[in-house]
């Protein structure tokens, strides 16, 4: 069988970012950038009605497929919670498998692995971070990433970054600070945490919580993967909701920084600039949506920028030099703003967050788009995003009103009146065109490609190719389950696929021979 | 054109159904087990399902209705859980697990908890508060992680015997294992209680709005009397409903309630139907079984299923009984909301 030969990752750096690779997808987001774009044309909008099934993987495990696979050398490797895969990329025969007892963790869903060399990494949903044989699965080393009794838990994929393993960590029951932590890929002993919150008075941030006792229990997690500018040398990672989370009278401020998108230093773990998307964020609106990076035009200057649409309905273009907001701008109808502010982050409404009696806000706790990742083709300029408009009553539970913990609260009820996909031009955050769904709830994440081509899920278990340039559908495949990650795609043998996952089943498509 | 006629018995299949096999299917798609045993009332329960609908997921009305009943009976708060072994372990008195917590930890005996309740009212009460959130005086313990680490008094039995200040000017070591493996019993008890899905996760005191005003709007601006009627459809609904659920199904009638949940008959009966025109044949008007880009398919009123490929000469028209309750979502002010909330409780 024939085999592409690997390039080392650390070599592909300044490629990810440059090109995506056509004959491995090798991060999370297939490049540095997260812009989910693959520059493969071999399926395009012309020819897309002969796509069909190449091949597909069952796994077996409960749970919808939401890691997003990687395709390092002609072998896909994608995980559970509690399980790893590796599966062929050519007819998606198993080559080895490895399941994990659990203590315990919520298993709400795994990204994915990170993978440097011969060797993967992936979180368990109790709290662990392992590493494992890339050729048989079997165990290196395995770390303590978090404390589960203090409720975290593992989900995201890690990246590997200048011979680093970057981790994140989930949990939002207990008011726990939320940290990203950089590994030693060969022993596993940590090289820089960095918190998401201040942890004490006077630290940066600081100021934008009452005391020492909220900003050490203020949240933000970090369970989105993060993107990477080698030449700035800066990781950019989203941080989640604040803590408590719907309840929120003992952590007036800011809250810095959670809900935010921080650029790292790589090297040391140290902030060099932040971006607010949610201050004082009551909704559960994690800010953890993809930051991508694009390099693009600005008024006739080439800029290097960042660009997110976020779960509070709010799509942002960033100077990803120095966190300078350009553009800020709703891409659904949200309702809990009173204005932007000077810096271009949405001002809160207090009448919009959770009331004893409720208050009726869009978006609902599931966001305008959520975790599936966006995508961007620099060939139409179009940044692509899942969204919901939805709407519902946010209550605040706690009888103690004055010191609420946990959660405090939660919305109830709920609309959702649609579902699209939007494509939005980068520079100035404008719908170019919105494609509804028919029947309204699907969450799919989005890949583009330079076939001129947008895949995506629809809610009625379709897996869905529109033209990127008009959002016509084109093309789909009925799977057995709504699209539950987002697709990929590579080419082997000359041939290109596209794969995705689906409840337990992760599927492949090419034209027919 | 492609046109199938297929016959449904749909009483058939939710006959054949296993509640925990229906569990599987439906939620299994997008959660592992695991993820799905947040112990919910089941109001909460109901509100639950409504939030999978509106995110995608695909049941029939049949199902949503075993499914309600079995995650209320096996998912409430404090119940035994479905897995022995698992739930055995569980989170407060031996319920499910609670939000991803670790399978090895403190499992609430409630009468324990009750007999460490009469301690910290002795001995800690007044540093640490009533509900062990700590004041000026003492830490806030629901927060402190040698209790999140404790098992019975794991850690707080040394901490205890080292000596540590209590209410009464006893010695913290003349407390027993026993009293202590009771505070922790307590303890944990509360730090549980601040979870979501716990007993006192629930909503507090609703009733803020002005009747009348409601009434008006009801008759006015908000133009509800021009389908609806006090003293007909909506005859002693304020009976029917907790205010919490009346407020949702006010709000948002297309999922709110469920159909056959709790007060049953959601939207009172009425439901999304598309009418289907092809070029060369009749209309058929249907609930929508499939509607997508692609292919568009109705359930008639006989219960037969009409399915089409979509294409530009085949013309879908949606009738949408909800569609006013939705346009009214970016009108409501939350007054209004609070308003229509005090009125309809009154309708009794």
């Known amino acids: ?513 | 054109m492609r046109t199938l006629w297929v016959c449904l018995v749909a009483a058939v299949l939710a006959g054949a159904q296993e509640p925990a096999s229906v569990f599987q299917n439906v939620c299994g798609k997008c959660h592992p087990p695991e993820a799905v045993v947040t112990p919910r009332s089941r109001t909460e329960w109901q509100d639950t399902i409504t939030k999978m609908v509106d995110l995608g997921a695909k049941m029939s009305p049949e199902e949503r209705v075993i499914l309600l009943d079995y995650l209320s009976a096996t998912y409430a708060p404090g119940a035994a859980g479905p897995r022995g072994g698992r739930a055995g372990r569980g989170g407060r008195g031996g319920g499910p697990t609670l939000n991803g917590a670790p399978l090895d930890r403190h499992v609430v005996d409630p009468e324990a908890a009750n007999r460490g309740r009469a301690v910290w009212v002795a001995e800690c009460i007044e540093c640490h508060g009533t509900s062990a959130r700590g004041t000026d005086k003492g830490k806030n313990l629901i927060q402190s992680d040698m209790v999140l680490h404790d098992r019975y008094g794991s850690t707080l039995v040394p901490f205890l015997a080292k000596g540590h200040p209590m209410q009464s000017g006893r010695k913290s070591s003349a407390l027993s294992k026993l009293e202590v493996a009771d505070l922790s019993h307590f303890i944990h008890e509360r730090v549980y209680d601040t979870l979501r899905g716990s007993p006192i996760f629930q909503p507090q005191q609703l009733l803020t709005g002005d009747a009348k005003a409601g009434e008006a709007w009801f008759n006015g601006a908000g133009k509800c009397s021009t389908c609806h009627s006090a003293t007909g459809d909506l005859k002693g609904i304020g009976g029917r409903y907790d205010t919490a659920t009346l407020q949702g199904r006010f709000l948002f009638p297309r999922g709110g309630g469920g159909r056959g949940g709790r007060g049953g008959g959601g939207g009172g009966g009425k439901q999304l139907t598309l009418t289907i025109t092809p070029p060369n044949g009749p209309a058929v008007t249907g609930a929508p079984v499939v509607f997508d880009d692609f292919d568009v398919s109705v359930r008639d009123e006989k219960g037969e299923v009409h399915a089409f490929t979509r294409s530009p000469q085949l013309k879908v028209v949606r009738n949408d009984p909800f569609a006013m309750h939705d346009q009214l979502l970016d009108v409501y002010t939350d007054k209004n909301m609070h308003d229509m909330l005090a009125y309809l409780v009154t309708l009794k």
């Not at chain 1, 201050?279 to 693009?296: A, E, K, M, N, R």
């Open chain 1, 1 to 513: 069988m024939k085999r592409i030969v690997l390039i080392p990752l650390l070599a592909l750096a300044a490629l990810l970012v440059a090109q995506p690779p056509t004959t491995s997808w090798p991060t999370y987001h297939g490049d540095y950038t997260g812009r989910r774009f693959s520059p493969l044309t071999k399926i395009n909008d012309k020819n897309v009605s002969g796509l069909s099934t190449a091949w597909s993987y069952k796994t077996g495990v409960g749970g919808g497929l939401k890691s997003t696979p990687l395709m390092i050398d002609g072998i896909l490797y994608f995980t559970a919670p509690d399980h790893v895969w590796a599966v062929d990329a050519r007819n998606g025969k198993e080559i080895w498998h490895k399941a994990f007892a659990t203590k315990g963790g919520w298993h709400i869903g795994n990204r994915g692995v990170g993978i440097n060399g011969n060797w993967l990494f992936f979180l368990t949903p109790d709290c662990q971070i392992i590493s494992l044989n890339l050729k048989d699965g079997s165990e290196r080393w395995r770390k303590q990433n978090c404390d589960l009794d203090q409720f975290y838990y593992g989900s995201m994929a890690p990246m590997i970054v200048k011979n680093k393993v970057i981790a994140g960590v989930s949990g939002d029951d207990l008011d726990r600070p939320g940290y990203l932590t950089a590994y030693d890929p060969e022993t596993g002993d940590q090289k820089w945490r960095w918190s998401v919150v201040p942890l004490k008075k006077g630290d940066p941030g600081s100021e934008s919580w009452p005391n020492e006792e909220a900003m050490k229990h203020g949240g933000g997690m970090t369970w989105q993967m993060p993107t990477y500018d080698p030449d700035l040398n800066l990781i950019y990672i989203t941080t989640g909701n604040p803590q408590p989370v719907i309840a929120h009278a003992n952590r007036k401020g800011d809250n810095l920084f959670t809900g935010c998108v921080v650029a790292l230093n790589a090297d040391t773990g140290k902030m060099v600039w932040y971006f607010q998307a949610s201050p004082h964020d009551t909704h559960d609106w994690d800010s953890t949506q993809v930051p991508v990076l694009i390099d693009g035009e600005i008024d006739g200057r080439p800029r290097k920028l960042l660009a997110m649409a976020a779960r509070n309905g709010y799509y942002f273009l960033l100077d990803r030099t120095n966190g300078k907001n350009i553009v800020t701008a709703p891409y659904t109808k949200p309702n809990w703003a009173k204005g932007i502010r000077p810096s271009g982050s949405p001002e809160p409404d207090p009448a919009k967050q959770p009331q004893v009696d409720g208050a009726l806000v869009t978006p609902n706790q599931g966001g305008a788009t959520n975790w599936p990742p966006p995508t961007f083709s620099p060939q139409t300029g179009l940044f692509y995003v899942s969204a919901s408009r939805a709407f519902s009553v946010y209550y605040i539970f706690d009888p103690d009103l004055a010191n609420p913990q946990g959660w405090g609260g939660t919305d109830r009820g709920g609309a959702t009146l649609s579902s699209s996909v939007e494509a939005i031009d980068y520079k100035t955050g404008k719908i170019r065109w919105s494609h509804k769904w028919e029947t309204p709830g699907g969450r799919g994440g989005l890949l583009s490609t330079a076939g001129n081509l947008v895949f995506t899920g629809d809610n009625s278990s379709n897996f869905v190719a529109l033209n990127a340039t008009t959002g016509d559908p084109l093309w789909h495949a009925k799977l057995t389950s709504g699209v539950s990650n987002g697709a990929i795609s590579y080419e082997l043998d000359g041939r290109q696929y596209v794969v995705v996952g689906a409840g337990d089943t992760l599927w492949s498509f090419a034209m027919k021979k």
